[in-house]
């Protein structure tokens, strides 16, 4: 009688996740090598489709980012930094100019000793806890950007970042589809603290210019 019941939970359960569709949630152990699609290291020759990797233990295992129609995407053809910003606020290329340098200037020391130390990488990588630290990151390509940081579990959590040299510098939106204020830096740029521009755990979306 008891062998009968344990069989025929057996069948309910199969019959249920069959129901469910058959999806089946498996965590992977942090020593396999053998998970599709997770690597160990960020790799220089990206993989076609692949916009950018996450992790969320510190860089032991990369989760790649592939395009998502209307929130991960290529910034399409003839869109231009200037321009796009026109619509948020800047409104004439001269304007831009300036306030590109004069965030610049905002450089403190700290950040400008860190800005010495360039990342060659073809990734800009962004943090969720001060100083580079923390388990959940994101590394973005130059040329692509997200609507929407909440679709990749990223939604208000920046608080440091490294801007590749390979990219024309970045955006972050206080809003989701680039909304509310924003903060800009030019390309080679590191922020250990993006707290001491009022831009702790804010940003929602994001952009990578092209050079």
Same mark, same amino acid.
């Given at each position: ?127 969720? /806890?001060?100083? +580079? #630290? =923390? *388990? ?6 130059? @040329?692509?950007?997200?609507?929407? $940081? ?23 939106? /206080?809003?989701? +589809? #680039? =909304? *509310? ?6 390309? @080679?740029?590191?922020?250990?603290? $993006? ?17």
């Amino acid at each position: 009688m008891i062998m009968r019941r344990v069989l025929l939970a057996v069948v309910f359960l199969a019959l249920t996740l069959g129901l469910l569709g058959g999806t089946v949630v498996m965590a992977y152990d942090e020593n396999s090598e053998d998970v599709p699609g997770v690597i160990t290291e960020l790799p220089e020759d990206v993989p076609a489709g692949v916009v950018g990797y996450y992790t969320e233990d510190a860089g032991k295992h990369w989760t790649p980012i592939t395009q998502e129609q209307g929130i991960i995407e290529r910034i399409p053809d003839g869109i231009n930094k200037s321009d796009f910003m026109a619509a948020h606020g800047v409104s004439t290329k001269e304007e831009m100019a300036k306030f590109l340098e004069d965030q610049r200037k905002l450089l403190s020391e700290e950040e400008a000793s860190e800005a010495g130390r360039m990342i060659l990488s073809v990734y800009s990588i962004f943090y969720k /806890d001060n100083f +580079y #630290y =923390g *388990g959940r990151q994101l590394a973005l390509l130059a @040329g692509y950007w997200v609507k929407d $940081l909440a679709v990749i579990g990223m939604d208000n959590i920046f608080s440091s970042y490294r801007l590749s040299t390979a990219s024309g510098g970045s955006t972050i939106f /206080d809003y989701a +589809y #680039y =909304g *509310g204020d924003w903060f800009e830096r030019p390309g @080679g740029t590191n922020i250990p603290r $993006l707290s001491q521009y009022g831009w702790n755990d804010r940003a929602s979306s994001v952009i990578c210019w092209p050079q």
